[in-house]
């Protein structure tokens, strides 16, 4: 491991880094999007087992969402984006099959998407618990910590409400509560964790959309499932947030995608803003020194006449 790496880039044992030693594996999330039904049971779960007020029953006026976006008081968000049929060029007509979602279809070799059926896509968002936070590495009073399970929580009875971590979050994640100010985000169940069981959202989930592990056994058999999907037609499928090599050295809560990540609210290249830290400070030096060098010549032209 290089000194740069603590701030971006792989980093293979997260907890260890942050002082935890004789550890558990690293645990996380996958969440595969194509069997999500968008049941909110997930939803449910986290509500009940972690307290979480509740934090509004009416529709958005967008699909059947009635959440919006994670938040203080949403630390499981069910995505619903509904995709109306994309023209097909000489193409007979066919029947909507409504019940069951239908796959994006290959393009025509032009580039353009070549859908013809109506369909909803569904995902269960949730914090990624990145290699590299950027709410813990923000965090003034030490109210954010790296648990022995490699993820990332808030203890509420520290944090002073001063919203760093809000602003540093390449996800828009974390939040605050509007009637104290304080910081809230999805913990992992880390109360479950430690006690052996699995967090109640992965519990609650029927299809096993989300499923919950050791990180490493998780993306393998995440790539495993991508590769079932490309073999039976189903090419748009990818997965978003696993790679060690990303902007936040891989999240630990990572997604099988069947669309672009824009298209469920996602940044496509998201970056935790401590890798910048070395160029800044060069920066920073570079214009010190000029600022010394300009101000010791202009003393210089002031001496004697």
Same mark, same amino acid.
């Given at each position: 491991?290089?000194?740069?790496?603590?701030?971006?880039? #792989?980093?293979?044992?997260?907890? %260890?880094?942050?002082?935890?030693?004789?550890?558990?594996?690293?645990?996380? +999330?996958?969440?595969? /999007?194509?069997?999500?039904?968008?049941?909110?049971?997930?939803? =449910?779960?986290?509500? @009940?087992?972690?307290?979480?007020?509740?934090?509004?029953?009416?529709?958005?006026?967008?699909?059947?969402?009635?959440?919006?976006?994670?938040?203080?008081?949403?630390?499981?968000?069910?995505?619903?984006?509904?995709?109306?049929?994309?023209?097909? #060029?000489?193409?007979? #007509?066919?029947?909507?099959?409504?019940?069951?979602?239908?796959?994006?279809?290959?393009?025509?070799?032009?580039?353009?998407?070549?859908?013809?059926?109506?369909?909803?896509?569904?995902?269960?968002? =949730?914090?990624?618990?990145?290699?590299?936070?950027?709410?813990?590495? &923000?965090?003034?009073?030490?109210?954010? +910590?790296?648990?022995? +399970?490699? /993820? =990332?929580?808030?203890?509420?009875?520290?944090?002073?409400?001063?919203?760093?971590?809000?602003?540093?979050?390449?996800?828009?994640?974390?939040?605050?509560? @509007?009637?104290?100010?304080?910081?809230?985000?999805? /913990?992992?169940?880390?109360?479950?964790?430690?006690? %052996?069981? !699995?967090?109640?959202?992965?519990?609650?989930?029927?299809?096993?959309?989300?499923?919950?592990?050791?990180?490493? @056994?998780?993306? !393998? $058999?995440?790539?495993? $499932?991508?590769?079932?999907?490309?073999?039976?037609?189903? &090419? !748009?499928?990818?997965?978003?947030?696993?790679?060690?090599?990303?902007?936040?050295?891989?999240?630990?809560?990572?997604?099988?995608?069947?669309? !672009? #990540? @824009? &298209?469920?609210?996602?940044?496509?290249?998201?970056? &935790?803003?401590?890798?910048?830290?070395?160029?800044?400070?060069? +920066?920073?030096?570079?214009?010190?020194?000029?600022?010394?060098?300009?101000?010791?010549?202009?003393?210089?032209?002031?001496?004697?006449?």
């Amino acid at each position: 491991m290089t000194l740069d790496n603590r701030l971006s880039g #792989p980093l293979d044992d997260v907890a %260890g880094e942050a002082g935890h030693t004789g550890h558990p594996p690293r645990m996380g +999330f996958f969440t595969d /999007t194509s069997v999500c039904i968008g049941c909110k049971a997930c939803e =449910v779960a986290c509500k @009940e087992w972690n307290l979480v007020p509740e934090d509004g029953l009416d529709l958005l006026g967008m699909s059947f969402d009635n959440t919006g976006s994670l938040g203080a008081s949403s630390w499981r968000h069910v995505a619903f984006i509904e995709q109306a049929p994309v023209a097909v #060029p000489d193409a007979a #007509p066919r029947a909507v099959d409504l019940p069951m979602p239908s796959f994006t279809r290959p393009g025509d070799g032009t580039g353009a998407e070549t859908r013809s059926d109506f369909r909803w896509l569904m995902s269960s968002d =949730v914090c990624k618990h990145c290699t590299h936070a950027a709410c813990l590495d &923000v965090c003034p009073t030490g109210a954010l +910590f790296r648990t022995e +399970f490699g /993820t =990332v929580v808030v203890q509420q009875d520290i944090c002073n409400g001063c919203g760093y971590c809000v602003s540093a979050c390449p996800y828009g994640v974390i939040d605050r509560r @509007e009637d104290d100010g304080r910081a809230f985000k999805c /913990t992992l169940c880390y109360d479950r964790l430690k006690g %052996g069981l !699995e967090p109640a959202c992965a519990k609650a989930c029927p299809t096993e959309s989300i499923q919950f592990g050791p990180l490493d @056994e998780l993306r !393998e $058999r995440a790539a495993a $499932r991508v590769e079932q999907l490309h073999g039976a037609g189903v &090419v !748009e499928a990818r997965l978003y947030g696993e790679s060690p090599d990303d902007g936040v050295g891989g999240a630990g809560a990572f997604f099988l995608l069947l669309d !672009e #990540p @824009e &298209v469920y609210g996602l940044p496509p290249d998201p970056v &935790v803003p401590a890798k910048m830290l070395p160029r800044m400070w060069r +920066f920073a030096g570079a214009a010190a020194a000029a600022m010394l060098t300009a101000a010791a010549v202009a003393f210089a032209g002031k001496g004697p006449r």
